[in-house]
């Protein structure tokens, strides 16, 4: 399984980007699709997931009202859509996914099984 995560970029405080998790690899459904980031000095946090079996979907508190996940399940591809980017919204962007999902754990790294390669995004005037 590949996970290919394209999109980032410099946007100004109170722009927007778009982020791309590109899928591929392998025929089976995955569970789940999830958005981490990592800033430079922090732990790497959960942004947003999405379930494909129920199509819920889960925010950090940090990013709710903000951001946006979703998929087009057909070309295998999932969006992070980002809105009213902050300078604290600053990091290298990851998508994972996994063949299990649990759910009240979606924003816990250590349960996904594969990762990409990260896109940074930087917010700043």
């Known amino acids: 399984v590949q996970l290919q995560a394209s999109g980032g970029g410099l946007v100004q405080p109170g722009g927007s980007l778009r982020l791309s998790c590109a899928v591929s690899?392998?025929?089976?459904?995955?569970?789940?699709i999830t958005w981490f980031r990592q800033a430079p000095g922090k732990e790497r946090e959960g942004v947003s997931c999405l379930s494909t079996t129920d199509g819920m979907t889960y925010y950090a508190d940090s990013v709710k009202g903000r951001f946006t996940i979703s998929r087009d399940k057909p070309n295998k591809m999932v969006y992070l859509q980002m809105n009213s980017l902050k300078p604290e919204d600053t990091a290298i962007y990851y998508c994972?996914?996994?063949?299990?999902?649990?759910?009240?754990?979606?924003?816990?790294?250590?349960?996904?099984?594969?990762w990409g390669q990260g896109t940074q995004v930087t917010v700043s005037s």
């Open positions: 994972a996914t996994m063949y299990g999902f649990i759910a009240n754990r979606w924003y816990d790294e250590s349960i996904y099984d594969f």
């Open positions: 690899g392998s025929t089976l459904d995955f569970y789940a």
